[in-house]
C-alpha cells in the first residue's frame, strides 16, 4: 500500500501553527514607502540641463521601478554611468524633498507587532536607500538593491534574495509594489503580489489585488488572523 501522508492537522493546533510560521511583507521603496517623485524630478532636470538631453521626465518616468542603467539604455542615452554620477549626486542633495506617505509609519509598525518580518526590495542604489529607510523608526530585516547579488528587477533575484535573508518561504511572503515590473518580479519569484494604489503606476491587466491606502493593506493581509484560546507561545 503506498505511503499515505498524514492528514493535515486541524482545529487550533493548526491555527497556532499557522500563526506561528513566519511571513515576510516586502516593499518596494519609491511610490510605496516614500514620494521620492520631486527627488527625482529634480535630478533629472539637472540631468537633462548637464547633459544637454532633451528627454522629458515624463519619459524617465515611464521606466521607474527599473534599475537607472537600465533606464538609460531604454531611454538611448549613450554615457548612461556620466549621467547616473550627475543624477545621484543631485538626488542626494534634494533628499530633503522625499516624503514619507501617510500611514505608511504606523502600517510598518503595526505588521511587525502582527509578527511580521519587513523588508525592502528596491531598484534604487543602496547609497541611496539608506538614508531614506533610516528615517523610518522601523526594523526592515533585510534591505535588497542593485548593488548586491543577481539581476535587478523585474528579474525574481532581489525578492529571492530577500526571502533567504529573513528565512521564510515564497508561500509566505508578499511583496508591495507600484508599477508593472514590481509585479512581474514578484511573480517571476512566485509570491504573492499588491498593488499599492497610492504609488505612480497604473494597475497592470488583468487587475492584481490592490490596496487603496497603507491602512487597507494591514487590513487585506492582517483582519483574516483567527482568534485561538489561549497563549501562542
Ligand atoms: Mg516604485
Do not use: N
Amino acid at each position: 500500500m503506498p505511503h499515505q501522508p498524514p492528514p493535515p492537522p486541524s482545529g487550533p493546533f493548526r491555527l497556532v501553527k499557522q500563526s506561528m510560521s513566519p511571513r515576510a511583507l516586502l516593499l518596494d521603496l519609491d511610490g510605496v514607502l516614500l514620494d521620492t517623485r520631486p527627488v527625482m524630478e529634480v535630478a533629472w532636470q539637472e540631468v537633462r540641463s548637464a547633459h544637454g538631453l532633451d528627454i522629458p521626465f515624463a519619459s524617465y518616468e515611464r521606466y521607474l521601478g527599473r534599475e537607472f542603467g537600465d533606464i538609460m539604455q531604454r531611454l538611448g542615452v549613450a554615457d548612461g554611468e556620466a549621467v547616473r554620477r550627475t543624477y545621484e549626486a543631485k538626488a542626494v542633495a534634494a533628499s530633503h524633498l522625499a516624503q514619507e506617505f501617510p500611514g505608511v509609519s504606523e502600517m510598518l509598525h503595526d505588521f511587525v507587532a502582527a509578527g511580521w518580518r519587513l523588508g525592502v526590495v528596491t531598484s534604487k542604489h543602496i547609497d541611496r536607500a539608506a538614508p531614506l529607510l533610516g528615517r523610518f523608526d522601523c526594523h526592515f530585516a533585510t534591505v535588497r538593491t542593485p548593488a548586491g547579488l543577481g539581476r535587478a528587477k523585474p528579474a525574481p533575484d532581489p525578492i529571492l534574495l530577500a526571502l533567504v535573508d529573513l528565512g521564510v518561504d515564497p508561500a509566505a511572503a508578499v511583496y508591495v509594489g507600484d508599477m508593472a515590473v514590481d509585479r512581474e518580479s514578484a511573480a517571476r519569484a512566485g509570491i504573492a503580489y499588491i498593488h499599492a494604489g497610492w504609488g505612480y503606476g497604473q494597475p497592470s491587466s488583468p487587475a492584481p489585488e490592490i490596496a487603496g491606502s497603507p491602512e487597507e493593506l494591514l487590513q487585506l493581509l492582517c483582519s483574516a488572523e483567527p482568534f485561538v484560546e489561549g497563549s501562542l507561545v
